[in-house]
């Protein structure tokens, strides 16, 4: 599965952005497909991931603020983030996994394909 992100930005504290991934090669009727984040010295952390059934789960840092949605005739998954603040600036990648099993754990190891990501800067 190929990914491409797409929607990143510079906004302010309280401001808004759309993510979005776009999947091509996409094969089977069960997949998943999250987003982490990754900041400069710290490890990758997810933020939400969808399933084929349209199940979400969200990190605790997402609640609230942030929806994950998927449009399937388009192949591609949102991120809708509201109110960002400066600790969500951070390199955003969308990752896909073709099982559902283990995916809304939201661990990096469960995913096989990645996207290059989308930087988002939130300043104060």
């Known amino acids: 599965v190929q990914l491409q992100e797409s929607g990143g930005g510079s906004v302010q504290s309280g401001g808004s952005l759309r993510l979005s991934c776009v999947a091509s090669?996409?094969?089977?009727?069960?997949?998943?497909r999250g987003w982490f984040r990754q900041a400069p010295g710290k490890e990758r952390e997810g933020v939400a991931v969808?399933?084929?059934?349209?199940?979400?789960t969200y990190a605790d840092s997402a609640k609230g603020r942030f929806a994950i949605s998927r449009d399937i005739a388009k192949n591609t998954v949102f991120l809708q983030m509201n109110n960002l603040q400066p600790e969500d600036t951070a390199m955003y990648y969308c990752?896909?996994?073709?099982?559902?099993?283990?995916?809304?754990?939201?661990?990096?190891?469960?995913?096989?394909?990645w996207g290059q990501g989308t930087q988002v800067t939130v300043s104060s």
């Open positions: 990752a896909a996994e073709t099982s559902v099993g283990s995916c809304h754990a939201l661990e990096a190891p469960d995913f096989v394909d």
């Open positions: 969808i399933d084929s059934d349209g199940v979400t």
């Open positions: 090669g996409v094969a089977g009727s069960k997949w998943c």
